[in-house]
């Protein structure tokens, strides 16, 4: 009998005709990834070398057909996990063991060969300076193509998403005409690969 929290994700054609299934490895803390459901279609994107995906204590996301020659982001803020959040009814202690290490909630592919990772719970002493926002992002880009090293940042703001070398984020309301609040505005910056090292 297989285990009942193995992952199993199709695979579609353009058509929505099933191609193949593939079976990811399990997560190493069941419990994390059970209760903490994170962000709905930030789980999983897909680059030119394939599917990556990701669980919440990941340092970074997990290449879908095994291992790669593709590097992996090791941020300075990331403090690896070293026991799951526990099962008990107790939801403040529950929430205490959550908030205690960063969690791994959104992978985007910045475009096909570029990986956005985002990251929540970040430790205080990564707050920059003058940002009072109850939680602290931290955001990880690796280069699939080696184009230039990982790179981290601790941003005041998290994207919500990112797509063709441009990360989205939420920015302040805008005011209708008639003076009601209105939608958010969408702002994007254009990410520029750092250039590589001579020599």
Known sequence: MGNALTSVVG???????LEREMVLEDPEFHMLNV?????AGRDLDCFGDGPWYKYHEDMDARPAYGPSQVAMARPDFFVRRDEDIPSSRDRANRQEA?????????VYALDEDTRLTKFSGLDDAFRLDGVTERFLTGLSIVSHTGQFRSISTVSHKGPKTARQGYLYFLGDHVPTDDGEVGNPAVIRYRFK????PDG
């Not at 690969?193 to 590589?196: Q, R």
């Open 35 to 39: 209760s903490f459901h994170g962000i």
């Open 193 to 196: 690969a750092p250039e590589a």
């Open 98 to 106: 959550l908030d205690a290490f960063p969690l791994l909630v959104g």
């Open 11 to 17: 695979v579609y054609s353009m058509d929505l005709e």
